[in-house]
């Protein structure tokens, strides 16, 4: 985890467009008016949908928004690495760097993102896409995974990687999940055991006597 | 019920084998502590909110498989033993031993081993108790993480690299001070203290952080590498920077004063002080007045004693009727007995020490000029209004105490005066005498919430008193004390309070340093001394005062030569509040004795000394040759000077009729407003002091930029 600062370039001004603002009043509303501070979280994540990342006129926003001192807003957007304190493009790859990954091969994916998107924590010149190392997206079992956007992509190789991020550069929607089209975390190639399908039709099931079962009541005459 | 007036439920607890009786909602720590034991900590502090993030005052708690935290558990919390023996803590086992050498071993593996440039090296906790508690040496060999060093104002100096985290001063600006500007941002490593954006701190109490931080992260920046603790020499003593009369301690080494510490006062300012108490002592050497003066062709030019004093004594020597005497806002009280004793032996009734003409009488009951809930009584208060008082600037630690008690108890606050950010919030009931004629005549809610308290209070600050309408605003505020029930001598209990902003002004007005009968005040004796109707002005330190181009002989008796020396025709160099033992009465009416630290500078003596010479001169010798014979007579002629370090309270509210307070008279429609628009610069120390110019600048600029800010937002 690299030191959380405020970016060294911070736009002039922010505000919520329309839709956020939308979004906005219904966490406002979930919290009484002298507990507003409760928002934060959720407002910031709001921010970080609307632009890629906080900035400071954002915290500076969300202070006077929430009714909160400045520090506050700060600390909670410093603390959570959920939050991007620096510009990102518009397709951002988180790319799990902790052990189970990076025995899976993910080292080769953080050579794949140097390699097609330039250096970590800086977008591209057009803006398109940045990347960064995180640490565990808690997807092991499916390692080595990388987050892009808000969806995982897992069981990745360097080549399934460059295939995405080719789409990503046409402009097409990338599909997310396994790269090797297993089922969640189900075993490669399908399952090997319990693949008789009597066993999910309730045919197996014998009649069961409850010995202590309520008699029905009479129905009423 | 109030949670003031529960009672303590008691729970038995063994301590290393000593069983004692402490209150349930004791911590382990406390308990510990009252059981005799020592234990470490960092980031515990009685007075602040219980982190239990430095993990110093581990404990083992029998049946517990681990040590704990001693500071962040209670006693009530505790299992009972297997037979119904009382909870067991031990302190001095081999495990705690243990555990305290790991977290101290821990603390230090990213704390630099900078001691010897470090400037709480000799006061230093971290250093303290490495030595009691830690390991000789260190089994961590990577490299230390650095920290950039953070801008925190012109007071605070960081040095973040050696901060250990303890959030003291995060919760001492959030809690005590009331600006919740200083927090630890990011995580884990990267955790650093800081202030948004590296602002500088908006608090009058700022500086406190540094006493708290229990290492050298914060430390004192106009103090920095200028002495070692153990080379200054320590007086206690009292501030006079404000009319609280903080206690504080003055560190000085030869003939210079370096720093102000707090000194604990559970009284009066428990263990903080405001910035200017602390830092207005670089004032103490500049600009000071070291050898007598005489104005000649228009110019002042540097005499001996004798001719600055055979002058004085000849101005002094007209007719009675054209002399005055103004006392300043830092005047001892032995100065001003001795000026009032040798101006009485001259016939000379025209006098004053109210140099902004506040409406006090100096006659009469004496509670019609205290603050008589005194300042601890504060805590007990459940509803108070404000009038014409701002005390964050004019008393901060009486607005640091009336915030303690807002946070504790949520008492409603009333205020009729400036608008202003107290740190704590408040009904704004209005701006001016109107809104105090409501409440008087019962007409505002507030006055209703008055009357339903328990321990209602009001106090009636300086922007109330010092101006042409004082008397009627002052029998207004008695009458509202009277109607809504605010003295209650069976409770043992008042509830009116005058807050002054000066140090002087209550052991004036007790000793009397008032017009007599048809004399003049201060506002008719500057007129005069304007207009050609004064021969000779004496002023006892009187550097708030504008005369317009006096045509009296001007004696200036001081120690700084500042507004009120550059107007004077003789100038007597006397002694700074640093160089004197002397008496101060607080604005609560208490007593207390100030000890020098310092001699006075150059040819300076004290004041009272040379009022004795200057009566020798004009053969009116007072009567006391030292100070002894000086406080004796003192004490004689005004008993209350008797009781020292005794703040009356409510025990004469027997005898106090508020109602009769005042004159009945006409308001004006002017609004209050405060005495204090610069808090930095309130007196001649303050205003020479580079320290609280630094300070005054930042607070600009710090208000021209959240002005910017908010035109932009």
């Known amino acids: 985890m690299s030191t959380r600062r405020l970016h060294h370039d911070q736009p002039q001004s922010f505000a919520f467009n329309a839709a956020s603002m939308e979004t906005v009043r219904f966490w406002l509303a979930k919290y009484p008016a002298d507990r507003q501070r409760s928002a934060v979280i959720p407002l910031l994540w709001l921010v970080q949908k609307q632009e890629g990342w906080v900035s400071e006129p954002a915290i500076r926003l969300l202070a006077q928004m929430l009714d909160m001192p400045l520090v506050r807003v700060l600390e909670v957007a410093t603390f959570y690495t959920m939050f991007h304190l620096h510009p990102v493009g518009r397709h951002h790859l988180q790319v799990c760097g902790t052990t189970p990954c990076m025995l899976r091969g993910s080292e080769a994916l953080k050579d794949v993102c140097a390699r097609r998107v330039g250096a970590k924590h800086t977008p591209t010149a057009d803006g398109l896409l940045s990347w960064e190392e995180v640490e565990c997206l808690g997807a092991c079992v499916n390692a080595p995974v990388v987050a892009i956007d808000d969806y995982y992509h897992e069981d990745l190789t360097p080549e399934t990687l460059e295939a995405r991020i080719d789409l990503l550069q046409r402009g097409e929607k990338i599909a997310a999940g396994s790269a090797i089209g297993r089922s969640a975390s189900a075993p490669e190639g399908g399952s090997s055991v319990l693949t008789d399908p009597s066993l999910y039709d309730g045919s197996l099931a014998a009649p069961m006597a409850l010995p202590n079962r309520p008699i029905p009541a009479p129905a009423a005459g | 019920m109030d949670k003031r007036f529960r009672a303590h439920c008691m729970a038995k607890i063994l301590i290393d084998d000593d069983e004692i009786d402490v209150p349930g909602e ?129 007071l605070v100096k ?31 490593e990267d955790m650093e203290i800081t202030t948004y954006l590296e602002a500088t701190l908006g608090s009058e109490l700022s500086a406190n952080v540094i006493d708290l931080c229990p290492v050298g992260a914060l430390t004192s920046k106009p103090y920095a590498f200028n002495a070692r603790p153990w080379e200054l020499s320590k007086t206690e003593t009292v501030d006079v920077m404000d009319a609280v009369g903080s206690n504080i301690r003055l560190d000085s080494r030869g003939p210079e004063v370096l720093r102000a510490l707090p000194r604990l006062n559970e009284g009066i300012n428990e263990e903080w002080i405001s910035d200017k108490t602390r830092y207005a002592v670089d004032g103490l050497r500049r600009q000071r007045l070291d050898q007598p003066y005489v104005r000649e062709n228009g110019a002042l030019r540097p005499a001996t004693w004798d ?112 608008q202003v950010d107290l740190t704590y919030p408040y009904a704004y009931l209005g701006a001016g005498p109107r809104t105090l004629q409501d409440v008087a005549q019962g007409e505002q809610g507030f006055a209703q919430i008055l009357k339903n308290a328990k321990r209602p209070m009001l106090i009636l600050g300086m922007g109330a008193l010092a101006r042409p309408d004082g008397h009627a605003i002052l029998r207004l505020a008695g009458r509202i004390a009277a109607a809504c029930g605010l003295v209650r001598p069976t409770e043992n209990w008042n509830g009116f309070n005058v807050l002054h902003s000066a140090a002087a002004r209550v052991g004036g007005m007790d000793l009397g340093f008032v017009p007599g009968e048809g004399a ?194």
Not at chain 2, 165 to 180: D, K, L, M, N, S
């Open chain 2, 26 to 154: 004791y911590t382990l720590l406390q308990a510990c502590e009252a059981a005799g034991r020592e234990i470490p900590r960092f980031c515990y502090h009685e007075r602040l909110s219980i982190a239990g993030n430095c993990r110093m005052c581990l404990v083992e708690v029998k049946g517990s498989p681990k040590p704990v935290a001693s500071c962040a558990q209670q006693v009530k919390d505790q299992r009972p033993g297997p037979n119904g023996e009382p909870p067991a803590v031990v302190t001095r086992s081999a495990l705690v031993k243990k555990a305290r050498a790991g977290v101290m071993e821990f603390l230090l593996i990213n704390h630099p081993l900078d001691c010897p440039i470090c400037d709480q090296g000799g006061e230093c906790d971290l250093q303290d108790q490495a030595m009691a508690y830690g390991r000789g040496g260190s089994r961590f060999d990577e490299n230390k993480r650095a920290v950039a060093d953070k801008n925190m104002g012109p």
């Open chain 2, 307 to 418: 001719e600055a004093l055979s002058r004085a004594a000849s101005a002094l020597s007209g007719a009675p009727a054209r002399i005055a005497a103004l006392a300043g806002d830092l005047a001892c009280a032995e100065s001003m007995k001795a000026a009032l004793d040798l101006l009485r032996a001259l016939g000379v009734a025209n006098m004053d020490c109210r140099q902004d003409g506040a409406a006090l009488d100096g006659r009469g009951q004496r509670q019609g000029w205290l603050f008589n809930t005194s300042i601890a009584g504060i805590e007990q208060a459940d509803a108070i209004l404000l009038i014409g008082t701002n005390p964050r600037f004019e008393a901060p630690l009486i607005n640091a105490r009336i915030r303690k008690t807002w946070r504790a108890h949520a008492t409603a606050i009333g205020m009729i005066g400036e």
């Open chain 2, 158 to 188: 960081t040095a973040m690299t050696r901060c250990i985290q303890c959030t003291r001063c995060v919760r001492f600006a959030q809690e005590i001070a009331g600006v919740p500007e200083i927090g630890a941002i990011s995580r884990g």
């Open chain 2, 520 to 713: 003049m005040g201060t506002k008719a004796i500057l007129e005069a001394a304007g207009s050609g109707g004064l021969d000779a002005l004496l002023l006892l330190g009187a550097d708030e005062v504008a005369i317009q181009k006096s045509r009296a002989v001007t004696i200036y008796l001081g120690s700084h030569g500042e507004r009120g020396a550059a107007q004077a025709d003789i100038i007597l160099p006397g002694a700074a509040y640093s160089e004197k033992n002397a008496i101060w009465v607080n604005t609560e009416g208490r007593v207390q004795y100030g000890q020098r630290a310092v001699p006075p500078k150059g040819q300076a003596r004290e004041d009272w000394a040379i009022l004795r010479a200057l009566s020798a001169r004009l053969n009116k010798p007072l009567p006391y040759d030292d100070l002894f014979a000086l406080r004796k007579a003192m004490i004689q002629d005004h008993p209350s000077f008797g009781a020292v370090d005794y703040a009356p309270g409510a025990n004469d509210a027997a005898q106090f009729r508020p109602a009769e307070l005042g004159k009945e008279g006409p308001l004006d429609e002017a609004l209050f407003r405060s005495p204090i628009s610069n808090f930095y610069f309130t007196n001649a120390i303050a205003r020479l002091s580079e320290t609280m110019a630094a300070c005054s600048a930042a607070a600009d600029a710090a208000r021209a930029q959240s002005a910017k800010g908010a035109k932009h937002g």
